[in-house]
């Protein structure tokens, strides 16, 4: 749901810069929504205005914990 997205940006950390990516600049935020479940959130960095680019669940195997990516 889209207010999930909106409490786990609010509650959000960045993980992840990419101020250089080819398509421009973004980043990885980590949030929870309130109700605990973690989300990741790509989204742009480069504009005045947000742009959510991408938003999933953080699981196994690419993923030990919501902030840990595996090795």
């Known amino acids: 749901m889209l207010y999930e997205v909106f409490e786990a940006i609010a ?3 960045i993980l992840e810069n990419y101020p250089k990516h080819r398509r421009g ?3 990885l935020l980590n949030g929870l929504t ?13 504009r005045p205005v947000l742009i959510i680019i991408t ?3 953080s ?3 690419k993923w030990i914990t919501p902030t840990q ?3």
Do not use: S
């Open 25 to 27: 600049g973004c980043c």
């Open 11 to 13: 509650t959000g950390q």
């Open 34 to 46: 309130n109700d605990g479940r973690p989300l990741h959130i790509v989204c742009t960095t480069a």
């Open 55 to 57: 938003v999933y669940e």
């Open 59 to 61: 699981k196994l195997p």
């Open 69 to 71: 990516r595996r090795r």
